[in-house]
T-cell receptor
Framework: DGGITQSPKYLFRKEGQNVTLSCEQN?????MYWYRQDPGQGLRLIYY???????QKGDIAEGYSVSREKKESFPLTVTSAQKNPTAFYLC????????????FGSGTRLTVV | DAKTTQPPSMDCAEGRAANLPCNHS???????VYWYRQIHSQGPQYIIH???NNETNEMASLIITEDRKSSTLILPHATLRDTAVYYC???????????FGKGTRLSVIA
């Protein structure tokens, strides 16, 4: 079945460490997105990519980095510069730029210990 | 910032219709209304979208007022599995990523 896979589901990180969250899709979608969600809040956009080897900052890109070397993959690195990284991270993809066709992964819950 | 206003929470009895309102008084002519929902600790799921006309699919109906300043998502026969946060988004269907507000937390009660 086609879909979008995020791993791991739960991740614990020590302060000062970088950590990379995986996002893979086999839907042949061009666009991919990373959102962050804090308790009781909506989703906030971190980064997005509309084509391989190109990506744009979202509203809260500071302390994060991404790469898009392959169409299927859009990993997110949470760096030590991110002051409050504990959150639920969601990856999504869409076939093009239209807004109704978003498919989301099941998320990664990152906790800094 | 989100361009829509939704009530923070609503309750609905199981088997009854759930009517979720959304205000988007500043919507422009080429902006669509999208609805997504998020079940606890999962990623959001697309429900329905519309521009001017009312829309219906297997999940829900979308009623958009004639002046397009508000809309209502209708779940005709709510079940416990419909308990989720519902997001209404008013946005141009182009190259701008979706902007999510806080949504409405719908609780379906047995």
């Amino acid at each position: 079945d086609g879909g979008i896979t995020q791993s791991p589901k739960y991740l614990f990180r020590k302060e000062g460490q970088n950590v990379t969250l995986s996002c893979e899709q086999n839907l042949n979608h061009d666009a991919m997105y990373w959102y962050r969600q804090d308790p009781g809040q909506g989703l906030r956009l971190i980064y997005y990519s509309q084509i391989v080897n190109d990506f744009q900052k979202g509203d809260i890109a500071e302390g994060y980095s991404v790469s898009r070397e392959k169409k299927e993959s859009f990993p997110l690195t949470v760096t030590s510069a991110q002051k409050n990284p504990t959150a639920f991270y969601l990856c999504a993809s869409s076939i093009d730029r239209t807004a109704y066709g978003y498919t989301f992964g099941s998320g990664t819950r990152l906790t800094v210990v | 910032d989100a361009k829509t206003t939704q009530p923070p929470s609503m309750d609905c009895a199981e088997g009854r219709a759930a009517n979720l309102p959304c205000n988007h008084s500043t919507i422009s002519g080429n902006e669509y209304v999208y609805w997504y929902r998020q079940i606890h600790s999962q990623g959001p799921q697309y429900i329905i979208h519309g521009l001017k006309n009312n829309e219906t699919n297997e999940m829900a109906s979308l009623i958009i007022t004639e002046d397009r300043k508000s809309s209502t998502l209708i779940l005709p026969h709510a079940t416990l599995r419909d308990t989720a946060v519902y997001y209404c988004i008013a946005q141009y269907s182009g190259n701008t990523p979706l902007v999510f507000g806080k949504g409405t937390r719908l609780s379906v009660i047995a």
